[in-house]
């Protein structure tokens, strides 16, 4: 077995190296157009992985693709990939770009191919969680995402770009658009990051826990920032990112009732965000290689998976979910 | 004036600390306690 991975970044080197220690593949085709990024993923990967700079060759050959880019270059491969009928794997970031992936589906159909979209941590985990959620419920009525921290330098530009556009929400049966930056909210997320104030911001996680239940009625997401990140989200970077951000966390508070009895189920989980994404994504990969995924089209984490399957399997590699539990008390 | 002003700050006092406690014992209020709780078993055995 054979795997293209596609950006040699905090994700996409996580991803190989887990793909390369389950053995669920036999060798690992690392792609990126740093020269840089590639001689020291090479060195610490070992002879199984193959790299792959700038020219790229035009046919991905490989068993499964996995594509872990900077925002803006994983609609192309994800077109290129559909086209030669590779399963694919897309770990998703941006709003506008997951939208356009989306927006293949019917391309993925035409060819039979199946195509994995948003298995990052949010979107990806968060997915699976706001599914794993709905099970403890009759109805569910909102899902609300929230997430705290960034991952690699990709990871930080969108964050940072996210919050000077409009976030969507979808809200009584339309996209609800709201200023990103607005609507402060303090949530409590699994320990150590704690209480955090969050805001509206694009993000792509209502529009594929949309896609994957469309008959929740409230939809939301929203991002942990600090005063210094709203101010300075409508200016270009001025300092470059780091190359690894430090710990993060997310939070999907599922709505609902269960036997006529109004339930909240808040589930979260705290991690390094590119580590929780290169696990979810090489999961994923994994069940899509071993077939536990059936698919012949696009679709999304939350509708693939189950829930319970797949966060006892994530537990395996010590991505640990909680879930908030309250008493009630009158004093 | 000075036995004035300190009455006044004895009486203002005295008043905050006595709408404090009087909050603190309003019956009905609710509280919410609670915490994380790691989940180790989805359900499969």
Known sequence: MRALVIGAGAVGTKVAQQLLSSNAVDKIILRDTSSEKLVLAS???????EVEHFPFSQNMDADVVVVASPEGTQLEEVKNAITLKRPTVVVSDGLSETVSILNLGKEASEFGVPVVVGTGFAPGLSCVLAAYGKTFLNETEEIHVSKMGTGGPACALVHHRALSRMSFGWRENKWDKRLGGSGRELLWFPEPVGPQDCYHAALSDPMLLHNAFPGVARISAK??????DRFTAFFPMLTPPHNEGGIGAIRVEVRGSKNGVQENIVLGVSE?????????????????????????HMSTLALLVKPSEFLSDL????????????????? | MNILRRALAAIMTAAAVA?????????GVEKRTGGWKKLSNFGIE
Do not use: C, W
């Open chain 1, 43 to 49: 060195k610490n990967l070992g002879s199984r992985v």
């Open chain 1, 223 to 228: 991002m942990a920032a600090t005063r210094r």
């Open chain 1, 272 to 296: 390094y965000p590119a580590l929780a994404a290169a696990s979810v994504t090489a999961l994923t990969t994994e069940y899509l290689l071993k077939h536990k995924i059936s698919l012949n």
């Open chain 1, 315 to 331: 537990a395996a590699r010590s991505i640990v979910v909680e879930i908030f539990e309250g008493d009630r008390t009158t004093v």
């Open chain 2, 19 to 27: 709408g404090a406690l009087s909050f603190q014992k309003e019956p």
